[in-house]
């Protein structure tokens, strides 16, 4: 992968990360539970049919220093039972209004640390999703976990609650990054790990996270770490860019004073790793994703049927509408997104009374559905054919000028740079330029004009 010092000057500026679209930071406050109840209800007659569903379980037993996710201490264990009630009871709440003839595809436990809580109440909350719904053929039941608190009997658990999907979190192999950054190494050796995790089903997929940026690593360092990962055969491995904010996140001032790796050093982990995995079987996902070319995300990718949530990237046979249960989570529907509170006091309160705890929304009018659309579109698939693309979201192909039209003076520059292939048929993101594919969806952004809103650089 080539980087341009002199692209890198002119596009490594704050975009959105376009996990959404529009991004979290433009929801509105004061979202109200009857906008909600509506928006359920009407999500029954919208695409994708399936069901997917989001649970956040925001404690920690350690809070890692660099964290952007919503996180919380442990609390006491009457207090997560408590909790886990409370998730329950807001799911009898959604659920009473879908349709029962819709089916799961997908069940995703994000946080905070899912596996910090006993592994009985994991098997308890699918019990109870799974004996409300049907589920299509191959659903993916899908858990995040911190490694340092998965041990053989808890992975017995998980197996009897019927996860399939595993994503692991271990940042860097380096224990001196690790203490640094407050965080505990894997307790059974990671190869070890994935082999258990695969013992019952040689299927189940298994994923490992990495940052670069934080304090310590070195290019080289960096490297042999994404070495070490390659060497365990893990299905995916994700390359997150470290994103510094310590105006929201305090704790990150403690690695900002030990000292962070400079730009130039970030760029050089991000094209290392890329290089290493590229060239031992794995094939780029979107911009920092990398699944082994036999790994269903790869396959989509090159059927150009990848799709994209606040959860990652899925093929389209794993599509749903997000259902999110818990602080913070983030439900995706067709045409809104909410947002519950982020307080654990208030969520419980809020859904022992019997109602919704939504705190922020955005309802999407038709021209936003479209952008968003096309958005998906270039952050997943990398290229927008212009009439086949109105031809699958079913406009009409004059009608789709309207959103492109806007675009093309930003087009034209990225093309001038050779970030993008462009012609009257449509656009392609060169594979060597990958680091700058939310640059090329921001061309489609009008919510970008004017708007004073902070975001994160591609690096
Ligand atoms: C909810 S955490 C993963 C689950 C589990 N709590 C753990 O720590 O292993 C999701 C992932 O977000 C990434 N992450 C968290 N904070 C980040 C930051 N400031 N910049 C980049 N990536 C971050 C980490 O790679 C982490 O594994
Ligand atoms: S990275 Fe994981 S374990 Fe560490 S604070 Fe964040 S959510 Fe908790």
């Known amino acids: 992968m080539i980087i341009s010092q002199t692209l890198l000057e002119k ?26 109840e509506m928006a359920i209800i009407n999500s029954n007659n919208q ?48 659920f009473s209004k879908l349709d029962k003839n819709r089916k799961i595809s997908q069940i995703h436990y994000g946080g905070g640390t899912p596996n910090a809580i006993e592994v009985d109440y994991l098997k308890e909350i699918n019990n109870f999703i799974l004996s409300s719904f049907n589920t299509i053929e191959n659903p993916e039941i899908a858990i995040e976990c911190n490694p ?7 992975i017995e658990g998980l197996m009897e609650a019927k996860f399939n999907r595993f994503s692991i979190g271990i940042q860097d192999f380096r224990p001196d990054v690790l203490k640094i950054i407050n965080r505990d190494a894997s307790y059974i050796p990671v190869k070890e790990l994935i082999s258990l995790l695969k013992y019952t089903n040689p299927k189940h997929s298994v994923n490992l996270d990495f940052i ?73 996902i979107g911009l920092d994703h990398y699944a082994l070319k036999t790994d269903s995300l790869s396959i989509a990718q090159k059927e150009k049927q990848l799709h994209r949530n606040f959860q990652g990237y899925c ?23 909410i947002q519950n509170t982020k307080d654990i006091d208030e969520y419980i309160a ?34 927008l054919n212009y009439s086949e693309f109105a031809e699958l979201i079913n406009i009409d192909r004059n009608l789709l000028d309207n959103f492109i ?55």
């Open 47 to 94: 695409k994708p049919n399936n069901i997917s569903i989001y649970i956040h379980i925001p404690f920690c037993k350690k809070i890692c220093h660099y964290c952007g996710c919503n996180n919380s201490n442990m609390r006491k264990s009457s207090e997560i039972r408590t909790y886990v009630d409370a998730i329950i009871n807001e799911m009898k709440l959604c």
């Open 212 to 284: 670069y940026g934080l304090p310590l690593q070195s290019i080289d360092s960096f490297a042999k770490t994404i070495e070490k990962a390659v060497d365990t055969k893990a299905d995916r491995i994700v390359t997150f860019s470290y994103a510094h904010v310590p105006w929201v996140n305090k704790a990150q001032k403690i690695l900002e004073k030990i000292g962070l790796p400079s730009e130039q050093d970030k760029i050089n982990m991000f094209k290392s790793a890329h290089d290493i995995l590229t060239s031992n079987n794995y094939d780029t």
């Open 405 to 459: 039209s806007p675009a093309i003076p930003q087009l034209r520059e990225l093309a001038k740079d050779g970030i993008i292939e462009m012609n009257d048929k449509g656009i392609k993101v060169y594979d060597e330029h990958l680091l700058f594919i939310r640059n090329v969806a921001a061309s489609f952004d009008p919510l970008l004009i004017n708007t004073n809103k902070t975001f994160s650089k591609p690096v």
């Open 350 to 383: 809020t859904i022992n009374k019997k109602t919704f705890a939504c705190s922020k929304g955005y309802i999407l009018n038709n021209n936003e559905t479209i952008i968003r659309n096309i958005i998906d579109q270039i952050m997943c698939n990398r290229f």
């Open 148 to 154: 340092s608190l998965l041990n053989e009997k808890y």
């Open 315 to 337: 093929t389209r046979d794993t599509t749903g509408q997000v259902y999110a249960f818990g602080v913070s989570g983030i439900t995706q529907l067709e045409s809104a997104f």
């Open 11 to 36: 596009y490594n500026k704050p975009v959105p990360r376009y996990t959404s679209y529009p991004p979290a930071n433009f929801f509105k406050d004061n979202f109200s539970e009857k906008e909600y």
